[in-house]
């Protein structure tokens, strides 16, 4: 029987509530209109861990490396378990690895959660294998991989399944936590149960319309009971 948790990406307090109250594993926090990792503001953050009250783990996503706001990180609540930072266009940054530590060692108590992209060539983003090393060295205890580009297809549309085996086998050898996301929806479950990842994260399977749209408790607890029959009556 399939271990996966879902995470669902929320956009506020409101979205938060009815992710949580439809089962998902870890409520994270982003904008979508402001990218893949688009960051939120910091009183989102704050009304988030609020209404989450420490039931399930919140984490959030602070946007680019290339982009990152100056003092966003300190602006993190104490209680947020996770945060993401993206390297796309940091391919031809000569200190990707020093600036990503940098922001890592302001992290406080969140951990830092390494992103590969699937679409990391076109986003100018450092290979995967580059990154699972980065991330050994800076003892991030999870990798996300997903889409950049949200408008150029679902994450097997970039990376076929040897690809993501790999690199599935890769993580967990260091003993990091796998997650899968990258434009998910229902139909590909059975697909992502053979890499038996820890989290599958959707925001677009779980919105009405689009991922644009709002987050839809019923949604939220469909895909739940997918991948974790158990978890349901």
Known sequence: MSN????????NAE???D??????????VKEPRRGSLGAADPECWQAVVQTVAGRVPVSVAM???SELQPGLVDNLPPTIAYAKVGLADCRRRSNWFGEWFHVVQRLQRAAPVAVVYADWQACGAPPPREIVAAARELQCPAL????F????GHLFDHLDDHTI???????????MMFALAGSLEAQHLDSLMRFE??????RGAVCEGDRLGKIQREKVRCLVHRLSPTSCP
């Open 165 to 175: 085996q790999s690199l599935s086998e890769s993580v967990r050898s260091l003993g």
């Open 15 to 17: 979205e938060a509530r």
């Open 19 to 28: 992710a949580l109250e439809g089962g998902a594993g870890i409520i994270d």
């Open 144 to 147: 996300l991989c997903d889409t």
């Open 149 to 152: 580009d949200k408008q150029s």
């Open 197 to 202: 990842p820890d989290y599958v994260a959707v």
């Open 63 to 65: 946007g680019e490396l």
């Open 4 to 11: 996966m948790r879902l995470l669902v990406s929320v956009r």
